[in-house]
Structures are given as structure tokens and as C-alpha cells.
Antibody, heavy 116, light 108 residues
Framework: EVQLVESGGDLVQPGGSLRLSCVVSGFTISSNYMNWVRQAPGKGLEWVSTIYSSGTAYYADSVKGRFTISRDISKNTLYLQMDSLRAEDVAVYYC??????????WGQGTLVTVSS | AVQLTQSPSSLSAFVGDRVTITCRASQGISTDLAWYQQKPGKTPKLLIHDASSLQSGVPSRFSGRGSGTDFTLTITSLQPEDFATYYCQQFNDYPPYTFGQGTKLEIK
């Protein structure tokens, strides 16, 4: 059974940092595109970042230079390092897998709150 | 970036109705489009990929059509569990992967 379990969401002050984790079971993350997608309260879905099986990573313009996606293949775990957090980063962050560009498996999400 | 515009933004329907949601892309995206369902407080669920391919386990009352810039998601014979928000997403021209703004389907 495929499972993606996120953790690491928390309340952080503006300018602060967080690292989100996504532990995956049921497939090896190196064989899929792995992604972070976020959803601000009451809003729609927004793609944040993707790391391809090659290790190449891409980011939304809104987070470029502040967020870093990475993976530990030995732990089958995906990460999102979030620095210089802003109020507009408040959202539920979902980890999702993709074979061909559409997101076929999702985690339950983890809530990031940025507030002083 | 490819923009996706869904219409309507919301609609009300009765159980048993047939409904259609439209997604229009700002440029041609072939059939590189997916549809998701999200219920309140829940994770998005993939319904359809490649514009018309039903994801495994999704009921056959869901169907998708289209190519290029115009796409539709149709639900025949609405069931109570179908009331949710629906999103389209393109994976033709990326990054970024983009989503439509969502269509909220409510019970009448």
C-alpha cells in the first residue's frame, strides 16, 4: 500500500525556517517525480516544487531562492527546507508523487503557520 | 505560464443530476490535463489524467474530454459523495505545473 506521511508543520515567526518531511512507503521515491503542493486557507491548490528522478529540482517563482527540495533515498523521505518564511506562505503543505506530471498519490498534509 | 480557467466557480445540483465543469487553458496543452476532487478537510484525489483516462478505482460516472485548450469533466447521476471541489491541472508546459481555481459543487 502506498503511503505518504508529512510532518514538520508548525507555527513560526516571519523570517523563520522550517523543514517539512514526507516519509514514503509502497514505492521508491527515486523512481517518481516527488512534489510539494500547498493550499492556503480557503484557497486553491498551488504547486510549490518538484524533484525529478534525476535529482533536478524546480520551484514556483513565489518560493524560489527561499525553499529547497531534497530527498534521502536511503530513508525514502522527501524534504522541503523553508527559509525566510512570510505570511503568504501560510498553508497546508502536501507531499505528492507523480509518474507523468499528474499527482497520483498525496499525503494528508501538514499545516505551516507564519505569525508573530 | 499556462493559466487554467474553470467555469463555473460554483454550482448547485440535485442528487441524480448530470453536471459538467469546464477548464480552459491559455495555450494549447494537448491532452496533458488532470482532474482532482477535494472534499472539505481532505486530501485531493486524482480522478482523471491525460484528459480522459479514468484513474483506477474512480467510478465510471466520472468522465473527461477535450484537447488543446478546452476540457470538460462530466459527472452523470450525481451521488451524495460527489459534492466537493474539483480542480483541473496541466502538465504540458512546466514548470510551473498549474491548477485551475476550483469549482465548488454543492447540493441543491
Amino acid at each position: 500500500e502506498v503511503q505518504l506521511v508529512e510532518s514538520g508543520g508548525d507555527l513560526v515567526q516571519p523570517g523563520g525556517s522550517l523543514r517539512l518531511s514526507c516519509v514514503v512507503s509502497g514505492f521508491t521515491i527515486s523512481s517518481n517525480y516527488m512534489n510539494w503542493v500547498r493550499q492556503a486557507p480557503g484557497k486553491g491548490l498551488e504547486w510549490v516544487s518538484t524533484i525529478y528522478s534525476s535529482g533536478t529540482a524546480y520551484y514556483a517563482d513565489s518560493v524560489k531562492g527561499r525553499f529547497t527540495i531534497s530527498r534521502d533515498i536511503s530513508k525514502n523521505t522527501l524534504y522541503l527546507q523553508m527559509d525566510s518564511l512570510r505570511a503568504e506562505d501560510v498553508a497546508v503543505y502536501y507531499c505528492a508523487s507523480a509518474l507523468w506530471g499528474y499527482f497520483d498519490n498525496w499525503g494528508q498534509g501538514t499545516l505551516v503557520t507564519v505569525s508573530s | 505560464a499556462v493559466q487554467l480557467t474553470q467555469s463555473p466557480s460554483s454550482l448547485s445540483a440535485f442528487v441524480g443530476d448530470r453536471v459538467t465543469i469546464t477548464c480552459r487553458a491559455s495555450q494549447g496543452i494537448s491532452t496533458d490535463l488532470a482532474w482532482y476532487q477535494q472534499k472539505p478537510g481532505k486530501t485531493p484525489k486524482l480522478l482523471i489524467h491525460d484528459a480522459s483516462s479514468l484513474q483506477s478505482g474512480v467510478p465510471s460516472r466520472f468522465s473527461g474530454r477535450g484537447s488543446g485548450t478546452d476540457f470538460t469533466l462530466t459527472i452523470t447521476s450525481l451521488q451524495p459523495e460527489d459534492f466537493a471541489t474539483y480542480y483541473c491541472q496541466q502538465f504540458n508546459d512546466y514548470p510551473p505545473y498549474t491548477f485551475g481555481q476550483g469549482t465548488k459543487l454543492e447540493i441543491k
